[in-house]
């Protein structure tokens, strides 16, 4: 049994997560031609691996074709608002109509659908009336249906975390100032015992939405890095915010001998 362990040191975003995933060893061409399946244009994928005090890793991008900036909820970039894009349903059916894996499906309109209730919560909005820019825009899509595609071709079975961390005071967005953990991050925390510690040290986001969706519909266990269990190899992929210290994600795979 392939046990994933997240690391989240320094929070969690999409492109955290799959840079982690791609340094322990997913095929990016691999990985490219799945993506592919999903069938959204407009896109290009960088990968690349360098260093970072001194520890390698691997850096993850989604390149928009007409966003260079990505000015979108996922890295909540201030004063700028898009009007184009797709609804909840509309992403739900795109994946449904995809060539994506059965697993894979399933796993990204969960994710998705976990964003869009708590982004609906926050914005006093009906579901079906939560827009693309509220779920998650073009590369938050890649990211989520990425991770979930990265995940099969490493055959993980269950996947485990630390106490996730987050910063503290005001990042600006869009809308104007959203205060850290954001609004949506909150929101997906209700009902659930995912454990957030607050960095004071930080004072920007840590854990993007895109990060706690994945998290909430993937993780099954929160708790200590595991004692009973073989470590295999270890990935870090790296955030793309300055918090003045090391910004990574690390991923741990396990293998429980039966």
């Given at each position: 049994?392939?046990?994933?362990?997240?690391?989240?040191?320094?929070?969690?975003?999409?492109d955290?997560?799959?840079?982690?995933?791609?340094?322990?060893?997913?095929?990016?061409?691999?990985?490219?031609?799945?993506?592919?399946?999903?069938?959204?244009?407009?896109?290009?994928?960088?990968?690349?691996?360098?260093?970072?005090?001194?520890?390698?890793?691997?850096?993850?991008?989604?390149?928009?074709?007409?966003?260079?900036?990505?000015?979108?909820?996922?890295?909540?970039?201030?004063?700028?608002?898009?009007?184009?894009?797709?609804?909840?349903?509309?992403?739900?059916?795109?994946?449904?109509?995809?060539?994506?894996s059965?697993?894979?499906?399933?796993?990204?309109?969960?994710?998705?659908?976990?964003?869009?209730?708590?982004?609906?919560?926050?914005?006093?909005?009906?579901?079906?009336?939560?827009?693309?820019?509220?779920?998650?825009?073009?590369?938050?899509?890649?990211?989520?249906?990425?991770?979930c595609?990265?995940?099969?071709?490493?055959?993980?079975?269950?996947?485990?975390?630390?106490?996730?961390?987050?910063?503290?005071?005001?990042?600006?967005?869009?809308?104007?100032?959203m205060?850290?953990?954001?609004?949506?991050?909150?929101?997906?925390?209700?009902?659930?015992?995912?454990?957030i510690?607050?960095?004071?040290?930080?004072?920007?986001?840590?854990?993007?939405?895109t990060?706690?969706?994945?998290?909430?519909?993937?993780?099954?266990?929160?708790?200590?890095?595991?004692?009973?269990?073989?470590?295999?190899?270890?990935?870090?992929?790296f955030?793309?915010?300055?918090?003045g210290?090391f910004?990574?994600?690390?991923?741990?795979?396990?293998?429980?001998?039966?």
């Amino acid at each position: 049994m392939r046990i994933l362990y997240l690391d989240a040191f320094s929070g969690i975003s999409g492109d955290m997560f799959i840079g982690a995933l791609l340094d322990l060893g997913v095929d990016f061409e691999q990985f490219k031609q799945e993506l592919a399946k999903l069938g959204v244009h407009g896109y290009t994928l960088k990968k690349q691996e360098l260093a970072k005090s001194s520890i390698y890793g691997t850096d993850f991008d989604v390149i928009l074709d007409h966003e260079k900036d990505h000015g979108f909820v996922e890295r909540h970039q201030a004063g700028q608002h898009h009007q184009h894009g797709r609804h909840l349903d509309e992403i739900l059916e795109l994946i449904k109509n995809s060539d994506l894996s059965k697993r894979v499906k399933e796993q990204a309109s969960a994710v998705f659908s976990e964003i869009a209730k708590a982004e609906a919560t926050v914005h006093h909005l009906p579901l079906t009336e939560v827009h693309f820019h509220e779920v998650g825009a073009l590369d938050s899509i890649v990211d989520i249906v990425g991770c979930c595609i990265a995940l099969e071709l490493l055959n993980v079975d269950q996947i485990k975390a630390s106490e996730l961390a987050d910063g503290t005071g005001l990042i600006q967005v869009a809308h104007g100032q959203m205060p850290v953990p954001v609004p949506a991050v909150m929101q997906m925390r209700v009902g659930t015992a995912i454990p957030i510690k607050q960095r004071l040290d930080v004072n920007t986001e840590l854990i993007t939405p895109t990060g706690m969706g994945l998290v909430k519909t993937l993780v099954t266990d929160f708790g200590p890095l595991p004692t009973d269990l073989t470590a295999e190899k270890i990935g870090y992929g790296f955030g793309k915010r300055d918090t003045g210290g090391f910004n990574a994600l690390r991923a741990i795979i396990f293998e429980k001998k039966n």
